[in-house]
């Protein structure tokens, strides 16, 4: 307990030195955006790959892919049923879905990243 305070301390104070100097500080956003994790029924797309890689969902429901990287990415399932076409940089695209499966798909842009939505 006592280390995971001590830790969130190092975390603060290391935000600070990075952040603390700047004279423009953007407050747009929480300062602690960058270190949260995407909601359930979300994917961020970030550091080159799609976050979380696998997530299993109840059918009916709408899965939202959000870019976090600074390039383009794609969301592209790969028999068909769903393709994001370019999702620029704080894009974000939406898909529902309304069958049961299990959907692999990757970034046409970056073949590595691949990810799997499993809907039952
Ligand atoms: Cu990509």
Redesign the pocket.
Same mark, same amino acid.
């Given at each position: 307990m006592k280390n995971k305070i001590q830790m969130a301390f190092l975390i603060v104070a290391l935000l600070l030195a990075a952040f603390g100097c700047k004279k423009q500080q953007d407050y747009t956003q929480p300062l602690l955006s960058s270190s949260s994790s995407p909601g359930s029924n979300e994917v961020w797309?970030q550091n $080159?790959a799609f976050n979380p890689s696998s997530i299993t969902v109840s059918v009916n429901t709408t899965i939202q892919w959000t870019n976090k990287?600074a390039? =383009? %990415? =794609?969301a592209t399932s790969n028999n068909g049923v769903f393709d994001s076409g370019s999702i620029n940089d704080g894009g974000v695209y939406s898909y529902h879905f309304t069958t049961p499966g299990t959907y692999a798909y990757h970034? =046409?842009? %970056?073949p590595h $990243?691949t990810a799997t939505i499993v809907v039952h």
């Amino acid at each position: 307990m006592k280390n995971k305070i001590q830790m969130a301390f190092l975390i603060v104070a290391l935000l600070l030195a990075a952040f603390g100097c700047k004279k423009q500080q953007d407050y747009t956003q929480p300062l602690l955006s960058s270190s949260s994790s995407p909601g359930s029924n979300e994917v961020w797309i970030q550091n $080159m790959a799609f976050n979380p890689s696998s997530i299993t969902v109840s059918v009916n429901t709408t899965i939202q892919w959000t870019n976090k990287d600074a390039v =383009t %990415h =794609t969301a592209t399932s790969n028999n068909g049923v769903f393709d994001s076409g370019s999702i620029n940089d704080g894009g974000v695209y939406s898909y529902h879905f309304t069958t049961p499966g299990t959907y692999a798909y990757h970034c =046409t842009l %970056h073949p590595h $990243m691949t990810a799997t939505i499993v809907v039952h």
